[in-house]
């Protein structure tokens, strides 16, 4: 009990800590982030995505340029942008380097550049909006807040289905940072609904709050809008339930395609359950489509009727 409240103390923390870093000014650097020089092809100018905020941001199209240097004329290693919009593959030339972005789609992206680059210029290919740009003179001294995403997982350990952010961290908290931790475990998160259509602030907040729980792997997740519904009915007539069994049919598939699994809902001394009852929306449409998914997935799985919001499948070795 002692170690599921350390844990769970620790999520908090860490979630909290997120929005802190989001929060904090550039006015202090780790010894190889510089003051960053950002120029656009457009016009634009760099305090947008040279200050804290997420919100601020410069809008860019198909063909534009940012030419980003330090501040200072010293070379750089590594550039870390944050994009405020879905990202589409972009290319990225230095002096000695022609490179791909985008090409995962991290919304938080860390390129590393070949030593001695005088300057990164990204080239766009489509319409996207930029929110902060970081750069550093040394790729082995990289400040902790960087968000260095690997691709969605192969092979995960743990997969954990969530209807929206946050209740990954709420109820899943303890246990992802208890098997990071203590097991080194690969643990996938999967979202069933995004907030590009609402409060896309949140989308940032996922991410910071993700690694602060030290999750690597970066989080996929469903194309469906977070509405609000007060009932199943509800949730039944704004979402089509075949397209979401299948997206998370997909995402088990993808992620845990290649080993056998035991699908298990965490015990409620581990996590306070959310009854049907209680969450009458897509909180409680997802364990159904869950369990439909269950027994449509090839591999052998067992399921116990989850009714939270939220939903672990967990490996057996």
Not at 59 to 77: M, Y
Not at 187 to 210: A, F, M, N, P
Not at 220 to 235: R, T
Not at 250 to 268: K, V, W, Y
């Amino acid at each position: 009990m002692k170690s599921i409240l350390k844990y769970g103390i620790l999520a908090v923390l860490g979630a909290v800590f997120a929005f802190a870093v989001k929060g904090t000014a550039l006015d202090s650097y780790a010894s190889s982030e510089v003051a960053p020089s950002v120029t656009f092809s457009n016009g634009s100018g760099s305090g947008n995505v040279t200050d804290a905020d997420y919100k601020s941001v410069v809008a860019l199209s198909a063909g534009d340029t940012v030419t980003i240097k330090s501040a200072d004329g010293a070379p750089i290693e590594a550039i870390y942008l944050i994009w405020h919009s879905p990202v589409s593959q972009y290319s990225i030339s230095t002096e000695n380097d022609m490179l791909t972005g985008g090409e995962y789609g991290f919304l938080h992206e860390y390129i590393e550049l070949s030593e001695g680059s005088s300057s990164a210029v990204l080239t766009m290919s489509a319409s996207q909006k930029l929110s902060k740009v970081r750069v550093f003179t040394s790729k082995n001294d990289i400040p902790d807040d960087v968000q260095i995403w690997e691709p969605p997982c192969e092979k995960a350990d743990i997969l954990v289905f969530s209807s929206h952010s946050d209740d990954e961290i709420l109820f899943f908290g303890s246990a992802i940072a208890k098997a990071i931790y203590e097991k080194g475990a690969k643990v996938q998160l999967s979202y069933l609904t995004e907030y590009w259509t609402g409060d896309s602030i949140r989308e940032h907040e996922k991410l910071d709050g993700l690694w602060c729980e030290g999750v690597r792997n970066y989080p996929v997740c469903g194309n469906f809008p977070d509405v609000y519904a007060d009932s199943i009915d509800s949730a039944r007539n704004l979402y089509n339930e075949n397209d979401m069994i299948a997206y998370e049919a997909s995402a088990a598939s993808t992620s845990l395609l290649p080993l056998r699994l035991q699908a298990h809902l965490m015990r409620r001394q581990i996590l306070h359950t959310l009854k049907e009852t209680a969450h009458p929306t897509k909180h409680g449409i997802l364990p159904r489509h869950i369990s439909t998914t269950i027994r449509k997935t090839p591999s052998p799985l067992i399921s116990d009727s989850p009714s939270t919001s939220a939903v672990v499948f967990a490996l057996l070795r």
